[in-house]
């Protein structure tokens, strides 16, 4: 039994040591520089690592390194320091990657700071040519699709009074804001039809953590000429599917039952 008990501990203390390696290293850690520097053998080492992947501990990149997993990216989200953002950035970066290459427009990662949603990850589709780089730019929620996400799920405090008009779509009353939040929560995302620039359409999806609380948003934007409301429900399908995707990285485990996508019924929208 005391023996059971040493052997346990010292399992503990060596995946210990393994998660400090990777969470204090400055940048992603090869399974070889893991060995060299813990001295383990390889065997040890690949199953201490496969039971921290089990745990959402640790994490490969696409070069298969390792660096921290999904449970400080939960813990990122409720952060505001730029490492912190970071991890949750790279958690996030696979499936705007999946977005961007499927829709062929920009995809982005927001969450949500003070009265703003806040773009800290983006991917770039096929369409280079005029792409708006998004990364750290503040956008009102009440005109964005990003923002609209967090207004709904009660992330970002809903503004009362006239609201800014940004466009001559943009949704300035606020009983008209209040009923289109509602259709956001039943239908599962969010859309923005002109609002935040003239020219510019947008669809975004709730990410949740391990509790449920919506702790960033995915969203497509591009061009109306090309995301036009004809693709809207297909796009908010595919960003809906990504965002539960990583939801679930992050260890929530009950996503809702998505209702079948439905485009805009109103004229003016949302970006």
């Known amino acids: 039994m005391e023996q059971s008990s040493r052997s346990g501990s010292q399992a503990v203390d060596r995946a210990a040591a393994l998660l400090d390696l990777v969470v204090t290293s400055p940048h992603p850690r090869s399974f070889t520089s893991l060995?060299?520097?813990?001295g383990l053998a390889k065997s040890t080492t690949s199953r201490l690592l496969q039971a921290l992947e089990r745990n959402r501990l640790v994490q490969r990149d696409r070069q298969g390194c390792f660096r921290p997993g999904a449970v400080f990216?939960?813990?990122?989200?409720?952060?505001?320091?730029?490492q912190d953002l970071a991890d949750l950035a790279e958690l996030t970066q696979p499936a705007l990657d999946r977005?961007?290459?499927?829709?062929?427009?920009?995809?982005?990662f927001a969450v949500p700071r003070g009265w703003a949603a806040v773009q800290i990850a983006q991917a770039d589709g096929r369409f280079l040519l005029g792409a708006t780089n998004w990364v750290g730019i503040e956008v009102p929620p009440h005109c964005s699709a990003l923002g609209k996400v967090f207004l709904a799920y009660g992330r970002l405090p809903v503004p009362e009074g006239p609201l800014e008009t940004?466009?001559?779509?943009?949704v300035t009353d606020p009983s008209d804001l209040a009923r289109e939040l509602a259709d956001v929560r039943r239908r599962g995302w969010a859309y923005a039809w002109e609002e935040l620039e003239a020219g510019l359409s947008a669809v975004a999806a709730p990410v949740r953590g391990p509790d449920g609380t919506v702790v960033g948003a995915l969203s497509v934007s591009g061009p109306t000429?090309?995301?036009?409301?004809?693709?809207?429900g297909s796009v908010g399908a595919l960003v809906v599917d990504q965002a539960q995707a990583v939801s679930q990285l992050l260890g929530f485990t009950?996503?809702?039952?998505?209702?079948?996508?439905?485009?805009?019924?109103?004229?003016?929208g949302a970006a």
């Open 35 to 38: 060995v060299d520097e813990l």
């Open 99 to 108: 977005l961007a290459l499927v829709s062929g427009e920009t995809a982005n």
């Open 225 to 232: 000429a090309r995301l036009t409301r004809d693709r809207v």
């Open 73 to 82: 990216a939960v813990y990122a989200s409720r952060s505001t320091t730029g």
């Open 254 to 268: 009950h996503p809702p039952v998505r209702r079948p996508a439905t485009g805009p019924t109103r004229k003016a």
């Open 166 to 170: 940004r466009t001559p779509a943009t």
